[in-house]
């Protein structure tokens, strides 16, 4: 719709004749920050139904009522992909969270490794970090940002029908890709700035799940290994295809 730029995500069932309620935070946002008011359009998601028009209804300082219209796009859900990373600084885990749910990740899994250099995660921060960047991306499915667990406890329950990319900074050099026999679930590990030890690297190598991979000739910094890796994939199995 020309006149609904405002993308928003709703935890509420969507399908016309529907009406949404309008919490605090996002009454702030629509009717104080943007301004919109009764009869203006926005746009609302909620990782199920698709994405639909809406037509405010009501607009208070501290709520509100939209009502839901027609349908506007279809759900698109990504590839049953899990991105399993490292947290770092939190500006660039920010980063992270916000590029994986914009290059399709299906769940967001920080986990703890031997040299993980920071071990506390706000969850419900980087959930509302995938959220918006699902807003700005035009996606129609926010991805789920879990708990931070240990990447030993992960694998010890590693799911048998889900490959796992491994990124080793060890074989930095040609650029490896992925065999396209290999469809189906997968997840990308991304270690942390001071990279895998050797018992980890023991262990993910003994998991029979595991393809190792390099992302070529230079060792990238924590984020940007996670967005080069999730574009490898995208390109060899994903929705790029
Ligand atoms: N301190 C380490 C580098 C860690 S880089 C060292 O000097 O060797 C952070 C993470 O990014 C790595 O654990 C790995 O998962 C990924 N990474 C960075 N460059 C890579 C490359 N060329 N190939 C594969 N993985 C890479």
């Known amino acids: ?5 405002i993308r928003l995500f709703v935890e509420h ?20 920050v943007m301004r919109l008011g009764v009869g203006a359009h926005i746009l609302l998601f909620n990782s199920a139904d698709g994405e639909f028009l809406a037509e405010v209804a009501d607009a208070g300082k501290r709520r509100g009522l939209l009502l839901v219209k027609e349908q506007t796009k279809p759900l698109q859900m990504p ?5 399993l990373f490292a947290p770092i600084k ?3 885990t920010d980063f992270i969270v916000e590029k994986a ?7 967001i899994m920080p986990v703890m490794t031997q040299y993980t250099n920071s071990d506390r995660i706000r969850r419900d ?11 700005q991306c035009g996606g129609t499915y926010v991805p789920e940002v879990a708990d931070i667990a240990k990447l030993g406890a992960v694998l010890d329950t590693w799911p048998e029908d889900r490959q796992l990319m491994f990124c080793d900074e060890a074989r930095v050099g040609p650029a490896e890709t992925l065999a396209h026999s290999k469809s189906g679930k997968w997840a990308v590990l991304i270690g942390p700035e001071g990279g895998f030890s050797d018992a980890e690297r023991d262990r993910l190598h003994k998991l029979p799940q595991t393809t190792p991979i390099s992302l070529g000739p230079r060792v990238l910094r924590a984020d940007t290994a996670a967005v080069a890796a999730l ?11």
């Open 1 to 5: 719709m020309a006149d609904a730029k």
């Open 13 to 32: 069932p969507l399908a016309p004749g529907n009406s949404v309620p309008v919490d605090r935070d996002q009454a702030n946002y629509l009717f104080n």
């Open 79 to 83: 590839p049953d992909l899990w991105l």
């Open 90 to 92: 939190k500006a660039r």
């Open 101 to 107: 749910a914009e290059m399709g990740a299906a769940r």
């Open 125 to 135: 921060k980087l959930q509302a970090h995938a959220m918006e960047a699902a807003e």
């Open 231 to 241: 574009t490898v994939w995208q390109a060899a199995l994903g929705d790029w295809t």
